[in-house]
C-alpha cells in the first residue's frame, strides 16, 4: 500500500511535539503568531516564488517528501499494517469514533492497535528524526510552523498544482476531515506508550492548526493567504495547549469544526 494513495498529509502529520505538557504553559504565550512572511534562512538555498517563513517551508516540503512522496518500503510497510484493520486509511477515524461510542474506551482502541506497535514505533522514529532536523531546539519554532501552517500561509512553488500550500488538503467545498484521520495515530502513539508526552503535545499543536484552518479558510495554490489576528492566534494557541488527553479526545469527537470554534 502506497502512501501516495492516501489523502495528502493526511497518515503521518504526527512527526512533531517537544517535551509535552510541561512545555506548554512556556509556549503559550512565547510563539511568534505574527508571520515573518518574507523571512530568510542563511543555511537554506532561496526558492524563486516561495511565500512565508523559508525554515517552516522547509520542514513542511522535507516532512510531505518523507511521508507522501518519498517514503521508504519500511514507512509504507507500516502504515499499510496500521491502517488494514481499520479498514483502510480514510476509515481510521471512523475505528477510533467507534470504540468512543463503544463504552471501553481506551481499552477497545488499544486493543485494536496493540498487535501492530512494532509499525506505530516505525512512524514515530522516522518521523521524529524530521522533527530533530528542523526543530529539535527550538520548541517556540515549531509551535510557529503549526500556526503558519493551519493559516495556510506557507506557499511553496516546488510542490505540483493543487498543493502548492503547505495546509491540510481539502475538496471545496467540504471541509478538511484529514486532522480528525490524523488524531487515531497521535492518540496510539500515546495509548501505545511510545513517547506519550512528546505525541500529547503533538496532539495539541493539531488541534491548534486545525481551529486555525477552520476560521481561516485557506485557498489553495493562493500565495497571498492572510493571517488571522495575532491575539485570535494566541488564544486558540494557548486553549489547545492547555488541554489535557482526555480534553484532547472529546474535541476530536466533534467535527468538521471544534465545537468553540473561535471561542
Known amino acids: 500500500m502506497s502512501l501516495n494513495t492516501m489523502d495528502r498529509r493526511g497518515a503521518l502529520r504526527a512527526a512533531l511535539g517537544v517535551a509535552g505538557a510541561a512545555a506548554a504553559a512556556t509556549l503559550i504565550g512565547a510563539a511568534p503568531a505574527a508571520a515573518r512572511p518574507g523571512r530568510c534562512h542563511p543555511t537554506l538555498p532561496d526558492v524563486p516564488g516561495m511565500v512565508g517563513d523559508r525554515w517552516a517551508n522547509e520542514f513542511w516540503y522535507q516532512y510531505d517528501e518523507m511521508s507522501y512522496y518519498t517514503p521508504s518500503q519500511e514507512m509504507k510497510d507500516a502504515v499499510a499494517a ?17 470504540t468512543r461510542q463503544g463504552g471501553r474506551y481506551p481499552r477497545s482502541f488499544l486493543e485494536l492497535i496493540q498487535p501492530n506497535k512494532d509499525a506505530f514505533e516505525v512512524l514515530s522514529r522516522n518521523q521524529r528524526a524530521v522533527y530533530d532536523t528542523y526543530y529539535g531546539r527550538d520548541p517556540h519554532g515549531l509551535v510557529f510552523a503549526f500556526q503558519e501552517f493551519g493559516q495556510g500561509v506557507l506557499f511553496d512553488p ?21 486532522y480528525h484521520r490524523w488524531h487515531p495515530f497521535l492518540a496510539g502513539f500515546v495509548l501505545l506508550g511510545i513517547e506519550p508526552r512528546w505525541w500529547t503535545h503533538v496532539n495539541r499543536l493539531a488541534g491548534v492548526a486545525w481551529e486555525l484552518q477552520s476560521l481561516a ?37 466533534v467535527s468538521p469544526f471544534p465545537a468553540d470554534l473561535g471561542k
Open 158 to 178: 516546488r510542490r505540483p498544482d493543487g498543493q502548492k500550500v503547505h495546509m491540510m488538503n481539502y475538496t471545496p467545498p467540504e471541509p478538511t476531515h484529514a
Open 82 to 98: 496500521i491502517t488494514t484493520p481499520f479498514g483502510g486509511f480514510t476509515k481510521t477515524y471512523d475505528a477510533w469514533s467507534a
Open 217 to 253: 479558510q485557506p485557498i489553495t495554490d493562493l500565495d497571498h493567504n492572510p493571517h488571522l489576528p495575532r491575539h485570535t492566534v494566541r488564544h486558540i494557541t494557548a486553549k489547545w495547549l492547555r488541554r489535557d488527553r482526555a480534553e484532547l479526545d472529546a474535541a476530536f469527537d
